[in-house]
């Protein structure tokens, strides 16, 4: 038998399943004991989906962690597909820890099965997505633009 389904129809039913999936585990991590900002949401699913909620990532985070997505955009890696890391910006210290991020999300992308990317996106409130920083054996390249741009965004308070 075939379902007859329109395009468009299946891909909300499929957003809308995904959002339904039970809860990620979450664990709040310190990236470096040096940066009182550098903290890291872990969302760790036991199915297959964990990457995957970053395409419901407004719904994830509203019912994981109480929070929307800032004006400034949020950090996010998939390193594998059962973990999605989350860092919110709060200061200019986003620059060591993107770079942090980075370098531990291609290790668990070099070592985790079934590997995603060892890229670091910042995703805006309207979800577009773009690469903050792309990592790789050779180093890592930041897009210092998109970094300067996201300083600025943030609260005068928070990017002194």
Known sequence: DTVEVERDDAYVRALENLAALPLPQHVRRR???DLPGSWVDV????????????????????????????????????????????????????LDVSVEMAFEALCAWAEEPFPLSPHVYLVSPD?????????????????????RQLIRSLPPSAAA
């Open 43 to 94: 969302l760790r699913a036991d199915d297959s989906f964990g990457a995957s909620r970053v395409m419901v990532l407004p719904e994830v985070l509203r019912r994981t962690l109480r929070r929307e997505i800032p004006p400034s955009g949020v950090l996010v890696a998939v390193p594998h597909k059962f973990e999605m890391w989350l860092h919110f910006p709060v200061d200019n210290s986003v």
């Open 31 to 33: 990236l470096d004991p």
């Open 127 to 147: 979800m577009h997505a773009e690469v903050l920083v792309a990592a790789d054996a050779e180093g890592a390249s930041l897009d210092h633009r998109r970094l």
